[in-house]
């Protein structure tokens, strides 16, 4: 027998919302748009569920209540123009990250050069990188990531995404290395880089993340930096120290806390202290929280 598919979505995100889930309506629709192979807007437009799609919705709905993030039962994530393929031992790309990417796609708009090379830290899935690769042409890009899993991620991405970095004339190079270690391929862009761009993990090794979806399922590697989680802040902003021509564009993502005052340890102070970037600025996210710091080299 089926069932009426607005009594499930009901039945769903109450389950989800008792399980403590922050968007239980939307994970709700999410799951039975993914069982039934549509879009999420129209699930509206689907009167019914049948038996066999509901055994199956079920088994996703189960997951949820877990608390198995949603991206990682549907295996992606959207991320400006792209849809990008995440799962266990990648982070998940968060919306406050677009607005890093707005801000440097905004910079290298404006600036309209023929080519620009561009530096990504901390890939990950490939979120910022690709972003920037697909949107504005011809953009050298290289992307650094060190976990193997998340690699993976990264190359399937751009492999999805061959056709949209052919149209925008990109190129682009994935390298599985830790930032922590010389990079070969860097050793020729020394002072010619125009961006680098990095969300690197920031959050102090001792802290433990509230959110279930992320304290157990988002990778040890992509969260914690150090005692003050500033540890790889420190290294993206020496690399961008010696990489970046004059009037090349620094942003980095860091946590709330980090961004907001010069006096304390957070980014600008790291970056004024370095004394080798002018207009450093930090900037807030959607919640109106300090997230991310942009400067120029000197
Ligand atoms: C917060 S995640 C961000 C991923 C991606 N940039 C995004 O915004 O979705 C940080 C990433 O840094 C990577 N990472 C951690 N330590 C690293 C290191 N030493 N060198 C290179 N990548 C590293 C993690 O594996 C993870 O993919």
Request: glycine share 6%; proline share 5%; charged share 30%.
């Amino acid at each position: 027998m089926s069932k009426l598919t607005r009594s499930v979505l009901v039945d769903i995100e109450l389950r989800l919302k008792n399980a403590g889930v922050p968007s239980p309506r939307f994970d709700a629709e999410s799951l039975v748009a993914y069982s039934l192979g549509i879009e999420r807007n129209r699930v509206g437009l689907v009167k019914e569920i049948d038996n066999e799609q509901y055994r199956e919705l079920e088994k996703l709905v189960e997951k949820r209540v877990r608390r198995i993030p949603l991206q990682h039962i549907l295996g992606e994530q959207g991320f400006r123009r792209l849809v990008l393929e995440v799962g266990p031992g990648v982070f998940i790309p968060r919306p406050e990250t677009e607005l890093l990417v707005e801000s440097t796609i905004r910079y290298l708009k404006d600036k309209n050069q023929d080519k620009n090379i561009v530096i990504d830290l901390c890939a990950g899935s490939g979120a910022i990188s690709l972003a920037i690769a697909t949107e504005v042409s011809n953009c050298e890009v290289y992307a650094v990531e060190k976990s193997k899993d998340a690699f993976e991620y990264l190359t399937k991405n751009i492999e999805n995404n061959k056709e949209n970095l052919t149209k925008a004339k990109a190129k682009f190079v994935a390298i599985n290395s830790s930032i922590r270690e010389p990079i070969s391929d860097f050793s020729a862009l020394v002072g010619k880089v125009d961006v680098l761009v990095s969300n690197p993990p920031y959050i102090p090794n001792k802290m433990i993340p509230r959110e279930p979806e992320v304290k157990d399922h988002e990778p040890e590697m992509a969260l914690f930096s150090g005692t003050d989680g500033l540890d790889l802040v420190k290294i993206v902003i020496k690399m961008a120290t010696d990489l970046l021509k004059p009037g090349g564009f620094i942003a980095i993502e860091h946590a709330d806390v980090q961004g907001s005052s010069v006096d304390e340890t957070g980014v600008p102070f790291h970056l004024l202290e370095s004394k080798a970037f002018s207009k450093v600025e930090d900037r807030r996210d959607l919640n109106g929280l300090p997230r991310y710091t942009v400067g120029f080299k000197i």
